[in-house]
């Protein structure tokens, strides 16, 4: 059994992750066009490295991957498999979240590191962009918190009919 709270967390995600292809239509093309110096920061030089096995992860549209693990999700906290349902959320969240958060965190130990690297990466994440992957990291949160499976909590009417065929004392 899971929770209504649970329930509007994936629902909430969805339409998260759904809402940016509704915008894309009335989005302009960029140039694309930029500037890398030779000398690459090793953030971003590790982000070129990374990329690569990173990119299959965004072939699949997330809303799709949140449907699939509310699906699973669903069928294991409805069979009494709780932990599978966290293990499905979780691996949801990295699907969806892990490439972000890599270009995050990446970006910002150059920046930290080294100010002049924010030039390289400004061409990768900059403006918008950097809004984003943090929109995308939001998305995984919100999976992993409506992940969470609670026990079945006894209804009331369980425990009135317990208590009504509990043996009386037939003296009183």
Known sequence: MWRRSSTVLWTAALVLSAAPYALLPFLEGGSGGGYVSFALCPGFSRYLDVSGYLSPLGLIPAPVVILMGF???ALSAKKG???????????????VGTYSLVTLSLAAA???VDGSCA???????????VFWHFYIV???????AAARVGRPVPRRRDRTSRASIAPS???T
Not at 119 to 129: D, P, R
Not at 138 to 144: E, G
């Open 110 to 112: 150059d920046v930290v």
């Open 71 to 73: 699906g699973v999700w």
């Open 81 to 95: 498999h709780p932990r599978w349902g966290r293990a499905a959320g979780l691996l949801t969240a990295l699907v």
């Open 169 to 171: 004392d037939p003296a």
């Open 138 to 144: 939001a998305v995984a949160v919100l999976v992993i």
């Open 119 to 129: 030039g390289q990466w400004e061409m990768l994440v900059g403006g918008l962009s």
